[in-house]
Structures are given as structure tokens and as C-alpha cells.
């Protein structure tokens, strides 16, 4: 478990947590903007130059889970570090969690930003809506990279609910099918959900530092934003049928687990999504690749989209 000093329930007095400064802090023009698309409200963070790439987080964290890469893609990359439905500074309406509606507001994104197609990296949630605009809008996907998630298939619905020695458990798969009751219990707590999946979930738990922890418990800290976080967990079924009317996507594939979380699933999970796909494991990592282990994080990522 992580001490005192990384605690997103530690009150962080360093530099402004809202959106407008946390991107200017970076090396690499970073701004931050909104835009009505697909009939809700994104926010984005914008910066760099030369070809697209989008970059797509997961829960429970928001675009800034990416602000360790940034600074050194913006270096070859125009990048948009988007807050997906439901996530940060985004809006957080009533419907649309499932996956392919997801994938049409990044589409609908590229289209408000004049781009015709760019590459995708999505961790966690991101990855699945990376790979659902990749099956659903391929004239706009160049290259798509998934860390240490892949998008739900029929295996998901067969978790066991009850742990095993054997099977890393995701109780909170379950947790977040609950209505209700996740919003009572975490609103105004959040953060001590994030130090628990923090202290598990991770390698290295100080990798995520403080800032970073009160940046994740600010953005899910009330009933609305506990309840759209969810909502990508409740759609589940929806994206699993979906997936079984997707044809492996023709796009170039990467994949990127954790040694010490995903990596062997993704082994056997993303060959059958695409014709031209790569397994990669990042060494030393749980699951936030991003933040626990950036520099291979980026190298991986030049490598594969140039």
C-alpha cells in the first residue's frame, strides 16, 4: 500500500490541479479546450506538431494519466489527450458508455479538429475505445496501440466472482454493475479507492505521485462523475455483442501488458483482433504503464508509430 506521501487523500499544495494549468505545466505548447461533438461535450488537451496522435485513458484517472509521455510525443506528434464521456472535464450524460458510441465522439473530435485520420493509444477504457473507432471508422485509423487492455469479448462474461489463487480478482468489475450505491459510498472518498487500486495495481505505487492522486480524486470526487466512471462498466454486454460483429481490424496493432499485470492475457487475447498485430511487455509494471514505466512507454510508441 502506498504511504502517507503519495495518498490522494493527502491535501497536495503544489501547483493548480485544473485542467488549463495542469497543461501548461508541460513541455510542448499543451492547451486545453472543449468541444460540442456527437451530441456531448469533450474536453482535450492539444499540443505538438506533425502527424495525429489521440490519446485515450481509463478509469479511474483522466487525461493526465498521460503527462509524463506527452511532453516527449509532442516532440514528433500533434497529440490530443482526450477526457472521454464521462471522464474529467468531459460531460457526463445519461447514456452512451458503451464503446462504439464512444469510438463516434472521437470520430466526431477528429472531424471538429480537420483531421482525416490519426494514429490511437488507449489504456484501460481507452484501449477498448481505440480499437472500437479502429472497427467502426478504419478510414480514420492509422496505427492503434492498446496498453495492458484489450476490448471486451465473450471471456469477460465468464469472471469468477469469487477469487482464486490463480486468477487476479476484479472485484470491482462487479462493484461498478452496482446503481446506486457506488455514488453514495465513494462520493467525496474517492480517494481512498485509488490508493487501494494504487497500491495493487502497481509495481511501484509512488509512481503515481500525490499531484497526480488529488488530480484522479478531484475528477471522480462527486455522485455524477462515480456514476458516468461506472457506466463504461455497465456497457460491458453491450460491447461484447458488438465485438462479435467486428471483423479483425486490418490496422497495425500493438499491444503493450504489463509484466505484472496483463501482458499474458494480451498474448492470448489480441491475435484474434486483428491481421496485423504485436504483444509487447513492458518490464517492471503493473497496470498504469504510463506512469510507472513512461520512457519504455514512449519508446515503444516511436518505434511503432514513427
Not at 501547483?15 to 505548447?29: F, H, I, R, V
Not at 479538429?113 to 484501460?124: E, N, Q, R, V
Not at 481507452?126 to 496501440?145: D, E, L
Request: charged fraction near 20%.
Amino acid at each position: 500500500m502506498p504511504d502517507s506521501t503519495a495518498s490522494a487523500g493527502t491535501a497536495y499544495a503544489g501547483t493548480p490541479l485544473d485542467d488549463a494549468s495542469l497543461a501548461a505545466s508541460l513541455d510542448g505548447g499543451f492547451t486545453s479546450h472543449h468541444a460540442e461533438v456527437n451530441g456531448t461535450r469533450l474536453h482535450y488537451v492539444q499540443g505538438g506538431s506533425g502527424d495525429p496522435l489521440v490519446l485515450l485513458g481509463g478509469w479511474p484517472q483522466t487525461w493526465w494519466q498521460w503527462h509524463k509521455v506527452l511532453p516527449d510525443l509532442a516532440r514528433r506528434h500533434r497529440v490530443i489527450a482526450v477526457d472521454l464521456r464521462g471522464m474529467g472535464g468531459s460531460a457526463k450524460p445519461a447514456a452512451g458508455y458503451d464503446k462504439k458510441t464512444m469510438a463516434a465522439d472521437v470520430h466526431a473530435l477528429l472531424g471538429h479538429l480537420k483531421i482525416g485520420s490519426a494514429h490511437f493509444a488507449g489504456h484501460d477504457i481507452g484501449a477498448m475505445v481505440a480499437y472500437a473507432h479502429a472497427a467502426n471508422h478504419p478510414g480514420a485509423t492509422r496505427r492503434v496501440a492498446l496498453l495492458d487492455v484489450a476490448h471486451p469479448d465473450e471471456d469477460w462474461a465468464r469472471m469468477p466472482l469469487l477469487p482464486r489463487p490463480d486468477v487476479r480478482h476484479l472485484w470491482w468489475f462487479a462493484f461498478n454493475q452496482v446503481e446506486g450505491l457506488p455514488e453514495q459510498l465513494l462520493a467525496g472518498r474517492y480517494h481512498l479507492l485509488l490508493d487501494w487500486l494504487f497500491g495493487n495495481a502497481a509495481t511501484d505505487p509512488s509512481s503515481i505521485d500525490a499531484r497526480s492522486r488529488a488530480v484522479y480524486a478531484r475528477a471522480y470526487g462527486s455522485p455524477e462523475a462515480v456514476r458516468a466512471g461506472n457506466a463504461w462498466y455497465r456497457a460491458f454486454s453491450q460491447d461484447i455483442a458488438d465485438l462479435a460483429g467486428y471483423a479483425p481490424v486490418s490496422v497495425p496493432l500493438l499491444a503493450l501488458g504489463g509484466e505484472h499485470s496483463n501482458y499474458e492475457f494480451l498474448r492470448g487475447a489480441v491475435p484474434a483482433l486483428g491481421t496485423d498485430t504485436r504483444v509487447v511487455r513492458v518490464d517492471d509494471s503493473g497496470h498504469y504503464l504510463p506512469e510507472e514505466q513512461p520512457q519504455a512507454v514512449v519508446d515503444e510508441l516511436t518505434r511503432f508509430f514513427g
